[in-house]
């Protein structure tokens, strides 16, 4: 992890399994208690623990590998007292160790310096973060440091959406070296890209909208290791309107359908910023690498610009037009549809797509921009697997 950052008032730590998020809370508590450069410029005489559980507290935060008892020298290692669930340095500071289970024993003491650690995970979230920020009344400028792996959790967000709060990000593979090789390899294979290994392993808040017409339980169920044997590959062209470089995305989506009518999503190759003549090659050599049968280009954007600029790259692609009648959110209704009935797979993991297909309602993308790689998403399963009026064609054709 980074140093901490200059006297903020949170700094707010956010990593993945094995990121190093304990160490990183033990030290910063460690250079408070001691006043130790550059955590604090004069020892922190009282600072709070809160964790989950007040197990979790001991196991984890002071008697762990990484935690406070772990990482100090023998000469300045503080006394542990279980009973008295406390702390206390040669030098006079003094840990308290608290529980989300029980908020209410944060009503009273006083402190000039908090950890909290596995924020997302507390009981009485709110309950608990409040009474203790009631309790940080000592000094000149309290702080405190949150160490977590994200879950999208109300506080989670409003913390990192103040402008107030630090924020540190890290990965499990960031502390790669010190931990098992094996373990690095197995959970990669089998959680890599995944919404689990996103949140537990690359440290990420991975969310979905309410009204979304995804949602992440719904794309992890048709989560596949490889596709099967296809009858059928396309690769869907979404251009963007404009072939400026800041222009939107070009979504290029490989898709193709099994002899059981079922689809499946093999690649999203979505480039951004390509010049038409960049997006173009790329959509060719998606169709070669994949051997797919066919473009399926949106032309409403551009005309006939968009299969003018295939056929220059490669005049021997056949492409197959497409031009959009309806919003984009009706379209994608149909698409959508077939998910719910277990009728898609995803060979692999996608999470720019999969984020797009989570943030996708009535009123579009949360951010307003354009959902590009949806968009083509939905033009290659409904060119594979729906007819005309949304109607799902006969199976294995």
Known sequence: ????????????????????????????????????EPYAPAATERIALVGETQGQVRDVMIEGVSGLLAIHTRWERPSWYPSRRRLE??????????????????????FGAAWSDELAKWPNLQETWDMLQFGLRLGDRPRQIVTTTPRPVPLIKRLL????????????????????????????LSYGGTRLGRQELDGELVEESADALWTRAMIEECRER??????????????????????????????GLDGDGLGHVLEDGTVAGARPHEWAAKAVAL??????????????????????????????VPVSAVRATRGKYLRAEPVAALYAQGRVRHAGAF????????????????????????????WALTHLMLGPKGRPRVRGI
Request: glycine share 10%; aromatic share 6%.
């Open 89 to 110: 340095w040669p030098n006079g500071a003094i840990a308290q160790v608290f529980s989300a289970e029980d908020p209410e024993g944060l009503r009273g003491p006083q």
């Open 287 to 316: 169709y070669r690498r994949f051997e797919a049968d066919a473009l399926v280009v949106e032309v409403n954007q551009g005309g006939e610009m968009a299969t003018a600029v295939i056929r220059e790259v490669d005049a021997g």
């Open 161 to 188: 959406a103040d402008p107030e709060v630090a924020v540190s990000r890290a990965a499990t593979s960031a502390n790669r070296f010190n931990l098992a090789a094996d373990f690095i390899r197995s959970v990669t």
């Open 351 to 378: 999470p720019a797509l999969e984020d797009e297909m989570c943030d996708f309602g009535p009123g579009g993308l949360s951010s307003g921009r354009s959902p590009d790689r949806l968009d083509a998403l939905v």
């Open 226 to 255: 490889e596709a099967p044997a296809l009858a059928r590959i396309v690769v869907a062209v979404d251009p963007p309107a404009s072939s400026s470089a800041r222009a939107d995305s070009c979504g290029l989506v490989v898709a």
């Open 1 to 36: 992890m980074p140093p901490p950052p200059p006297l903020r008032g949170v700094w707010l730590v956010l990593g993945g399994r094995g990121a190093g998020k304990t160490r990183t809370g033990a030290e910063w508590v460690k250079g408070m208690a001691l006043g130790q």
